[in-house]
């Protein structure tokens, strides 16, 4: 087993934190508690892009950077450091621009593929539903036929980006048992949107669509008619891995204000680091990193060997997002009272962690994915 990086990777990542500290942290820091504004999310966008980040996914034959899993990985990982509102960003911008470059006609990629890759355009996935989230199946938005067009009816609920979303990739209930992913632009579509106020992640836009009789034609459809379903569910692994990564760089963040912290506060006479039980939470906060961080890199590195790891996202998934809980609780512990005020930032990995269990795959959702790899049956329904 290779536990090292190539010398590849060191490289991108070194130059990566570089600019990160330089051009993005200062430009991201005004947005820790209220979302990145649409001029802000294009700024920052732009600059992530040129790195990969947002557009690493992206084959570069489509106009994308073309990096592998791993890379593309550790560079979403850094960022999550210092902003996880903005890698929630760039990836769900991202989803949208690979479900284009995957199934858009050769009309669809020209209009949208470099405006989203260049940060110009903004994308979000829209499947989630007030009535169903974990059960997708069950979602009620509908397209009913009216001659030539289709008029959309529903509402989708928690999606990301919504509110700075020119492009939506929705998918409606087309018929009894079927479904079909359409692509809503702004410009053209009237559908009205409203941010959720919630609990962390306050930087990254969380919102409902609703679709009041959206008129769209067979040119907005994405993919092939009845495939919506089956296609969106593709990407799972990837963005199980995603939410990890930004999972480990939450927790990385809360770990080194936690050490920092304890180097600086005395108490007994002495700094709190040097007390036994305060380097136990500090051992048990980096003893859950590593082992996530371990999972992690070894679901990325099976997806750029090929092939399905459902298992092994699942697990790297359920494990990290469930650990980054009792890192930035702990991290509060080893503040004292100054882990619950504000203005020191320790309590914000805490509420930003809480909602990391949720998105792509609860935590029991996962763990019903592992149990049906491992012992051969769904146990979903
Ligand atoms: C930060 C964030 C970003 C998101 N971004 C998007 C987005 O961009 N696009 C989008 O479409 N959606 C998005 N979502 C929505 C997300 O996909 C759903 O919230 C998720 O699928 C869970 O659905 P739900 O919230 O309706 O919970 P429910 O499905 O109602 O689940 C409620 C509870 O029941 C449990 N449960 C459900 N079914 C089972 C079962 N069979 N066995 C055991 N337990 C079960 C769940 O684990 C959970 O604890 C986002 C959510 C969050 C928090």
Request: hydrophobic letters at 40%; a negative charge.
């Amino acid at each position: 087993m290779d536990f090292d990086f190539t010398e590849e990777q060191t490289l991108a990542l070194e130059s990566w934190n570089r600019l990160l500290e330089r051009d993005v942290a200062p430009k991201v820091a005004p947005f820790r508690d209220t979302f990145i504004d649409k001029a802000a999310a294009r700024e920052l966008l732009a600059i992530t892009g040129e790195y990969g980040v947002g557009t690493g996914w992206v084959p570069e034959e489509d106009g994308g950077i073309g990096l592998d899993f791993v890379t593309s990985g550790l560079l979403y990982e850094a960022l999550a450091r210092v902003s996880p509102d903005l890698a929630g960003l760039a990836f769900v911008n991202e989803g949208a621009a690979l479900k284009i470059q995957r199934l858009g006609t050769p009309e669809q990629k020209e209009k949208y593929l470099p405006g989203l890759l260049a940060g110009e355009l903004i994308g979000c996935s829209a499947i989630s539903e007030p009535g169903a989230g974990s059960d997708v199946p069950s979602m009620s938005a509908r397209a009913e036929k009216d001659g030539d067009v289709y008029r959309l009816y529903g509402e989708k609920q928690w999606i990301s980006n919504a509110s700075l979303a020119d492009l939506v990739v929705t998918v409606v209930r087309t018929g009894e048992k079927e479904f079909s992913m359409f692509l809503l632009d702004r410009e053209k579509h009237a559908f009205s949107v409203r941010e959720v106020d919630k609990l962390g992640l306050n930087g990254w836009s969380l919102g409902q669509i609703f679709l009041d009789g959206v008129t769209v034609t067979d040119a907005d459809r994405l993919g092939p008619a009845g495939e919506g379903l089956r296609e969106s569910m593709k990407g799972f692994e990837r963005s199980r891995c995603f939410i990890s990564l930004v999972a480990l760089g939450i927790s990385r963040a809360a770990i080194d204000d936690a050490i920092a912290y304890a180097a600086e506060r005395k108490a007994f006479g002495k700094p709190i680091a040097g007390h036994q039980l305060v380097q136990d939470m500090v051992a048990e906060m980096a003893t859950l990193h590593d082992a996530s961080q371990l999972l992690v890199y070894r679901a990325l590195s099976l997806l750029d060997k090929g092939g399905k790891h459902n298992c092994e996202a699942a697990i790297a998934k359920s494990f990290t997002t469930e650990s980054v809980q009792r890192i930035t609780s702990l991290a509060i512990q080893v503040y004292g009272a100054a882990g619950i005020a504000r203005e020191n930032g320790v309590e914000r990995h805490f509420r930003n962690a809480r909602m990391l269990t949720i998105p792509d795959g609860t935590t029991q959702i996962n763990r019903l994915v592992i149990g049906r790899e491992l012992l051969g049956v769904n146990a979903f329904r």
